[in-house]
């Protein structure tokens, strides 16, 4: 297509309101509707009716339907829409998924057995699978796990969700499913033995957030390792945003009693330890490239 320098020096016909542009060449009408900011509003109008009228452009009625965005498709879905994207497995979102419908699936078991699911009972739990001293470490080392994915009541694990979602979203893509779920998992259990040992006088623990904080050890490393992997100002709001709700958790679990604190910091340990100690992804693009290994 021809430049500016190539053009007439004034294309514009006498009154283009009433004369059609029949005698402009296609590139001239091109030119006069691109730069139709330049002249007076008639003059693009007059271009781009002359390009309908040869064929080169679509008329009003037969542009296609733009397809909706991520974000038009989320507000005409709504809330199953939402559900959909947080629970559905896809391409590099796939772990995070799995543990969320464990948990809930954890949950809605004990509600199906009679439990009282706004306040569990510590023996329903202990049945279930809780990290119980008495049981755990003398012969049901399953419990360092099982205990992870029960809770203590519907604010517990709607709490612990939310924060798996945000953590899921974030750590996942740059680190791979496998490695999520293998940090997530490991960091449940340290989390669940560092319980026992600080409580020495026992303990009846339940929760996915130990296992949780294992994210945010991993997530950190992670971006301390690969800092390629996002941009600084990236690397310095995440860093902010996580050591902000990091943080805050374990002031607020210092407040409540019934908050394990141990599970918290042996999780965080964990999950940085292994972070540091994993293979990176063998394929490392940038931040917008899934991996699913």
Do not use: C, K
């Not at 320098?5 to 004034?10: C, E, H, N």
């Amino acid at each position: 297509m021809p430049d500016s320098d190539s053009l007439p020096p004034d294309p514009l016909p006498p009154d283009s309101a009433t004369t059609p542009l029949t005698g402009y060449t296609e590139a001239e009408l091109l030119y006069l509707a691109r730069h139709a900011a330049e002249y007076p509003p008639a003059v693009g109008q007059a271009a781009g009716y002359e390009l309908q009228r040869r064929g080169l452009v679509p008329g009003p009625e037969a542009a296609p339907p733009r397809p909706a965005g991520p974000a038009e498709a989320a507000g005409q879905g709504g809330a199953a829409a939402t559900l959909r994207a947080v629970f559905g497995f896809r391409s590099g979102y796939r772990a995070t998924p799995a543990l969320l419908w464990l948990n809930l699936v954890a949950y809605l078991l004990l509600g199906l057995a009679g439990t009282n699911l706004l306040q569990p009972a510590g023996a329903d739990l202990i049945r279930w699978g809780s990290n119980y001293s008495a049981l755990t470490l003398p012969g049901q080392p399953w419990r360092l796990l099982t205990s992870t994915f029960l809770h203590g009541g519907f604010g517990h694990l709607l709490l612990n969700l939310l924060t798996l979602v945000f953590l899921g979203l974030l750590t996942e893509r740059l680190v791979g499913s496998r490695r999520l779920l293998v940090v997530y998992l490991l960091s449940g259990v340290a989390a669940s033995l560092t319980s026992l040992w600080w409580h020495s006088q026992g303990v009846n623990s339940v929760g996915a957030s130990g296992a949780i904080f294992g994210l945010y050890g991993l997530l950190l490393t992670t971006v301390l390792r690969r800092p390629a992997s996002l941009s600084r100002s990236e690397r310095a709001a995440l860093g902010l945003f996580v050591l902000y709700f990091m943080v805050n958790s374990l002031v607020g679990g210092l407040e409540a009693h019934t908050t394990d604190n141990a599970a918290h910091v042996g999780g965080l340990l964990a999950g940085a330890i292994l972070g540091a100690l994993l293979p990176t992804p063998a394929t490392d693009s940038g931040p917008t490239t899934p991996h699913n290994d």
